[in-house]
């Protein structure tokens, strides 16, 4: 417990400076280049907050499949950009942030002069394809802008963009040759299959219209295009790398020049142009999941003008005013991370509907969004456990609009479920849990939206009980799955349990206690799969734990993406029954030190594509989800001390503001919300309940400026590299007793103090 101390033995500063945005623009702290190598999964390219459109350099165009087989090396492109690569292949309009696995890339654009070539070659052959090379002293990345120097074609590419158009331009030498290739056959997994089909109308000499619908992770998504250019286009055309065995009369005409109505499943295009020195060539590229028409307008409505500096402000400006609802003062490494973290966590989920409201529902119909923006791209397993409680703090307004899309998405969907992991119109139903249960709970129980509480819940009911998805039938029927039934047996039973927590406090928030009673039984199935040792092991349907478990393998142990070391301390809704299951506080303790000290050999990650060495500290994966609440739990053991120590050394090993300096994927931000939650002091460990556990802040202090008008300061006493343990918490000048703050408390405003020390308790 932290020590208690008088309220009033401590005389507090009111009224504090937080420096940072006095000195410079919080923008300039952002670099979108961090994470961009080896795990972090990030893009580079121009996007503003919560947009449809992020337009980005991809730097290889890899085939999903190799011999018939998942291509391995395909992994590193799941945000279409790696650090390491030496050529760019184009510009695309569509990225997941920080995934570990992928989609998108649509609409690749690419600038050549010379030669016309409509494959992207090889990147071990140098100029085999309209792919150029690049160097990274010529690459600037800003929060809404980025440029970069094609040296093959001596052409410098510049993007920005809104929330729904992508905003090019392109700095030509002198030529008669220019083009801007229109690849549709590109994608992030790719494969010749991906394209069902795509449309492409030349409407005039400066405007295009289309579409595309893809196979892939996503199973039926259809994205609309309008785009036009600055200057008339000179003459263009088209290949059709696929020829269906029925192609009709469309025979008559040449389709192959200056042909304005094109259709099939690998359609590229190019257009042609002739270029002063240094001619500005620009290009405005909408989006839309409705109509073509509904990219028109959203280009019309955004970008009416072709002023490209006055859209880099524009979003620059969009980006200032979002990274301000916190300014911090810190270190300038804190400061990078940090703003590059909100950086992170405010690129998804995304914008999905046009201007007008109208947007494409899971039935594949058009539906118009009333009174809320209509989001999607709910990477739900990740973002659930600290970005979504981020918001609830910090983007109130977004996340009850991003609740009422989860409820949109259910009364669309023929299956009458909440999403699980949504994208464009669909479910791709990645990874265990129904956690959107657990993000509407957290919603309406700190009182942050206003949705139907009682819809809110029969949805969350409705979801808790398809016994036909993922062993639920089998879990309500024994109270876990067993392990013959499922491959993720324990991992589906832990998180399902934890969902059904989330549930009953729901329901307890609306008085039906029927459903409060289900639940909350339910919640306790994550008994029934720990062993007597305190480690959590596949169990048949007989009741019997499956002999010779390996609790280091993260492979054929029930788990996914995970080792039972690091599964057996995901019971977040109950710590203290936890500890009871371990064998007491003092077994537990031992269990929790050994997690963070003992060494993971190699070969128990070397095949889980989300695990590296940089993610790991002793056995804790911290590059990867499940155990992102642990490091807080001995909090509820008496030893708030080591929830101390372990987030300095957390943050420090974990997070760096460098290409390479993130741990793991940043998965949709919740890579960045823990580091944000983390840095500021205190952390969501179970997202349903209304308290924050206390960490070890490393910002001098912080005011958060809240939609409600109020203000939360946080000012940190004695801080420094080694006064890293909590001494004492004030909260508006009263003594905390315990280790957890009140979400009331937060958005009440006024002061919370940490007075820290270097001496920690015992």
């Known amino acids: 417990m932290l020590s208690k101390i008088k309220a009033g033995a401590l005389v507090v500063a009111l009224g504090f400076a937080v420096t940072t945005s006095a000195q410079q623009k919080l923008t300039s702290y952002v670099n979108p280049l961090i994470g961009t190598a080896k795990m972090g999964h990030t893009f580079p390219g121009a996007t503003v907050p919560f947009g449809m459109v992020q337009l980005s350099p991809d730097t290889d165009t890899l085939q999903y499949l190799d011999k018939g087989r998942y291509n391995p090396n395909m992994y590193k492109y799941c945000a279409g950009y790696q650090h390491t690569d030496k050529t760019i292949v184009g510009f695309s309009h569509t990225h997941f942030s920080g995934t570990g696995h992928s989609d998108l890339g649509d609409f690749l654009v690419m600038p050549t002069v010379g030669a016309l070539k409509l494959n992207p070659g090889v990147a071990s052959v140098p100029r085999s394809g309209y792919r150029s090379a690049f160097s990274h002293e010529t690459e600037k990345a800003s929060p809404g802008y980025y440029s970069v120097v094609l040296d093959d074609y001596k052409v410098k590419a510049e993007l920005t963009a809104t929330e729904r158009v992508g905003f090019h331009q392109y700095t030509f030498p002198e030529t008669t040759d220019a083009h801007i290739i229109l690849d549709m056959v590109h994608g992030i997994y790719n494969y010749p299959e991906k394209n069902v089909w795509t449309f492409v109308r030349i409407e005039n000499d400066t405007l295009i219209t289309g579409y595309r619908q893809t196979l892939g992770w996503a199973r039926t998504r259809t994205v609309y295009f309008a785009i036009t250019f600055s200057k008339p286009i000179k003459s263009y055309g088209s290949v059709n790398e696929k020829q269906e065995m029925y192609g009709g009369f469309w025979r008559k005409f040449n389709q192959k020049e200056n042909f304005p109505d094109l259709a099939g499943r690998q359609l590229k295009l190019y257009f042609n142009f002739d270029t002063k020195a240094n001619e500005k060539v620009k290009m405005k590229f909408a989006l839309s999941g409705v109509s073509s028409a509904g990219a ?347 929830t101390q120590q372990l987030i300095r050394r957390i943050l420090a090993n974990q997070y760096k503001p460098t290409v390479d300096g993130l741990g793991g994927n940043d998965d949709c931000g919740q890579m960045s919300a823990w580091y944000i939650f983390s840095s500021l002091g205190f952390y969501p460990v179970a997202p349903g309940s209304d308290e924050y556990e206390i960490g070890s802040p490393i910002v001098n202090n912080a005011v958060f400026n809240l939609e409600n008008g109020k203000q939360l300061k946080i000012a940190v006493q004695n801080q420094s590299e080694k006064n890293m343990y909590v001494k004492s918490v004030l909260i508006n000048g009263k003594a905390m007793t315990g280790t957890a703050i009140k979400h009331a408390d937060l958005m009440n405003g006024g002061e919370v103090v940490f007075v820290m020390t270097n001496k920690h308790g015992k």
């Open 296 to 642: 028109l307008l959203n280009l019309r409505t955004e970008i009416p003008h072709w002023n490209f500096e006055q859209t880099v402000a524009e979003a620059s400006a969009k980006w200032e005013k979002e990274l301000s609802r916190i300014k911090i003062d810190a270190n300038e490494e804190t400061k990078q991370n940090f703003y590059t973290a909100m950086y992170h966590a405010f690129i998804a989920p995304n914008t999905f509907m046009d201007v007008d409201g109208q947007y494409r529902g899971l039935d594949q119909n058009n539906h118009k969004a009333e009174g809320f923006t209509n989001y999607t791209t709910f990477s739900l397993w990740d973002t659930y456990r600290a970005l979504h409680p981020l918001y609830n703090l910090v983007q109130q307004k977004r996340n009850s609009d991003m609740v009422k899309s989860m409820m949109a998405h259910y009364n669309e969907s023929a299956l009458h479920m909440l999403p699980i992991w949504s994208h464009y119109a669909n479910d791709n139903w990645c990874m265990s849990g129904y956690h959107s249960a657990a993000v509407l709970a957290d919603a309406i129980v700190k009182g942050v939206t206003d949705v139907d509480a009682n819809a809110a819940l029969n949805a969350c009911i409705t979801t808790a009980r398809r016994s036909n998805y993922e062993g639920i039938g089998e879990y309500i029927k024994y109270g876990y799955i067993p392990s013959e039934k499922s491959g993720v047996s324990i991992s589906n039973t832990l998180e399902y349990a934890y969902d059904d927590w989330a549930i009953a406090q729901l329901a307890k928030k609306v008085d039906r206690m029927d459903i409060y009673e289900e639940f909350i039984k339910r919640s306790a199935n994550y008994k029934n799969v720990f062993d007597k040792d305190g480690f959590v092991k596949r169990k048949d349907a007989n009741g019997n734990f499956l002999p010779n478990a390996d609790l280091l393998s993260t492979h054929g142990q029930g788990l996914i993406e995970g080792n039972s070391w690091n599964y057996s301390f995901f019971v977040p809704h109950n710590p203290t029954d936890l500890i009871t299951l371990m064998g007491g506080t003092k077994k537990f303790l031992a269990n929790m030190d050994s997690l963070f000290t003992m060494y993971l050999p190699d070969k128990y990650f070397a095949e889980t594509e989300d695990i590296t060495r940089e993610g790991i500290i002793g056995t804790y994966v911290h590059g990867n989800e499940p155990a992102h609440h642990v490091a807080y739990l001995y909090n509820f053991a008496g030893k708030p001390w080591k």
